[in-house]
Every structure is written in C-alpha cells, then in structure tokens.
C-alpha cells in the first residue's frame, strides 16, 4: 500500500484536515513510518484506532501519529514534507545506553568538537606535561653561522 492510500483513509477522519505520511530515519532500526496529521482535536490514540478500523496492512500503518494544528505549505500550498518536525523517537530507535542513534550529520559534528577539544588540551598542556619543550632560544636558527658574504 502506498503512502497515498493510507493519507486518503487518514482523510477520511471527521477530525482530520489534512495529513501526510512519510519515512522518517530512526537509527539503527531504519526508517518508520509517520503520519503527521492537520487536526484542532484528535488524539494519536483517536487516529491509530480509526486507522485500525480501516483495516490496512500492518506494514502501512504509520508506527507514530504526530497530530499538529497546521501542516508547513509551500508556496504552492502542498504539504512541504521536508519542513515536517522530527517526532520523538521510539525506544527502537534509541541506542543501548539510552541515547539516540546518531546519524552521520550528528558524528560529524562530534568529531570535530572532540578534535577541538584535543587540540585546545594539547595547547594547554604541553608546558606542563614537558616543561621547556616549546622555548625554541637555544636552538641555532639556519643562518647562524653565515657572516653575510658568500665565499
């Protein structure tokens, strides 16, 4: 069943005013499935037992309900699905130690904070850690022993 079909049933809500389902990255476990529903007052409890009723396949029934007061529009007026918030993620998208999954954007990030931070403890540290090692006054510079003229 195709995202279309499940929107058109989720249309067919009394309290639904529009909606779209997409895939959402979650980690480890892949991508869900998530219906981002336009409604003043519907529940995600209200949708995901309407959707039941409808009787669609499991593998088309969005996992998570996000229920918000108006959908992002283009200028266009269609649903600008790249302007959809993250919902919260579900502990199958949450890693082993309680934290997110990061993604490759997130490890990037604390890549560099972590090169940064090396960087700043090795400024920090080297005089203390090796006292001396960065005075450079005894050390004879190239042209020490050139007088000026060339012989």
């Not at 069943?1 to 989720?10: G, I, N, R, S």
């Not at 969005?62 to 007026?77: F, H, T």
């Not at 919260?88 to 890693?95: K, N």
Request: proline share 9%; hydrophobic share 50%; charged share 15%.
């Amino acid at each position: 069943m195709e995202h279309d079909d499940v929107e058109a049933v989720l249309l067919r809500h009394p309290l639904v005013r529009g909606c779209a389902v997409v895939n959402v990255p979650a980690g480890h476990s892949g991508d869900i499935l998530v219906a981002y529903v336009e409604t003043d007052d519907a529940t995600p409890e209200q949708i995901r037992s309407f959707l039941a009723e409808a009787r669609l396949p499991a593998e088309s029934v969005p996992r998570a309900v996000v229920p918000m007061r108006a959908l992002p529009r283009s200028d266009s007026g269609a649903v600008d699905r790249a302007a959809l918030p993250l919902p919260p993620l579900s502990a199958t998208a949450v890693g082993k130690h309680g934290r997110a999954a990061a993604g490759p954007a997130g490890r990037a990030v604390a890549a560099f904070f972590l090169v940064v931070a090396a960087a700043a403890a090795a400024l920090l540290l080297t005089d203390h850690l090796w006292p001396g090692s960065t005075d450079v006054a005894a050390v004879p510079s190239p042209w020490a022993g050139c007088s000026g003229s060339s012989t």
